[in-house]
């Protein structure tokens, strides 16, 4: 029987509850949610399952040491010591990425330096020979972690972040992170069981993390590679039984996961994109204008779009998000229609009242999710369709 070891999973500004629940459904234990990550245990198959199913993580972690560091020599001491031989020999290529908090250490890059003098020596000491670091394609990727005297060393079971899925090779002015984009759409409700729309697709990225959704598809089924794959203890065979069996799950969800978007351009990226996920059979696209459109039948229908933010040159701003909120009211009867905005001042032109407002961040902008409930028929109707 494989051990069971702790992992963390990092994620987002205000990702931590909705991971912990991803988590729990993949079956880990002993969740705890923390400040932008998530720690949890498992085994060695369960640390394959969380990279290739979760939709709400950037990176997951094993950590294999901590101790107290007081100043460099410490922390070249600890490196030093350390059973490196159980994770990688002197052929191995290696890189650390080093997170600093604190007073006692305050440049990473330096602190990363130092802890690799203490690898490379131990392994010259014992060999008279070392291994190399590699920061593009290393076979062990270490991570650092220092919070005042309190260090952690893990090794990132991931490598690239999780957000690189590998379907996306076409990108529009302002993609979102497709990690973003999952979390968006667990954050709103959406449980795959109704149709969705994204009316300002760009090149496609709500749709395609809500097809993966709605299928049961595992988020990073087309990712090329995991660094775990580089580990001495790489289990091909439990990687490809995980993979299998996670396959088996998949369905066919009968529901309309339809985009569309003014820009032609953005339109043939986000149909290069959903080929590329495979998903051309779940997911219709068209070119047109959002107010020029209509909902196409009176049933529930999930709207969650991500409008120009009005950093570049779009135009009246205002009068984009005026018409966002007039065109909810007057064409999409029986909708959630929810909204991710950076621009505050934008999104009161909406004129509606949200019934919601989540704070998160898209990449560095402070940004709002903001939930607009559009009832049915007459404004004196204030409530969804029961069959919602
Ligand atoms: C921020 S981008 C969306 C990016 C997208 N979420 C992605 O991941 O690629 C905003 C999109 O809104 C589209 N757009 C702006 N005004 C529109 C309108 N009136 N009707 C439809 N699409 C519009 C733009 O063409 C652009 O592709």
Known sequence: MEENFKMVAKTFYGFEEILAKELKMLGAQDIKPGNRMVSFVGDLGFLYKANLCLRTALKILKPIQTARVFDEESLYQLFYEFAWEDYMDVDSKFVIDSVVNGTLFTHSQFTSQKAKD?????????????????????????????????????????????????????????????????????????????????????????????????????????????????????????????????????????????????????????????????????????????FQLDKENMGPLHLLTNPPYGERLDGDINALYQGIGDAFKQSFPNTHAWIISSNMEAIKCVGLRPSRKIKLFNGKLESRLLYYPIYEGTKKVHKLRKDD
């Open 118 to 290: 203490g690898i490379v020596d131990q392994f010259r000491d014992r060999y008279n020979d070392r291994p190399n670091v590699d920061l593009n394609r290393p076979d062990l990727r270490i991570n650092l972690h220092i919070q005042e005297d309190f260090c952690t060393i893990s090794l990132d079971s991931s490598g690239a972040s999780l957000h690189h899925r590998g379907y996306r090779t076409a990108t529009n002015i302002a993609p979102l992170n497709e990690v973003l984009a999952a979390g968006l759409i667990q954050l709103s409700g959406w449980k795959g069981n109704t149709d969705f729309l994204d009316p300002m697709c760009g090149s496609g990225t709500l749709l395609i993390e809500a097809a993966m959704l709605a299928c049961n598809i595992p988020a990073n089924i087309n990712r090329k590679l995991f660094a775990f794959e580089k580990w001495i203890n790489w289990d091909a065979d439990l990687f490809e039984k995980i993979q299998k069996s996670q396959l088996k799950k998949v369905i066919n969800p009968g529901i309309q996961i339809k985009g569309s978007d003014k820009a032609p351009s953005a339109i043939e990226k986000a149909l290069v994109n959903v080929k590329n996920a495979n998903l051309s059979d779940f997911i219709t696209l068209q070119k047109k204008d959002f």
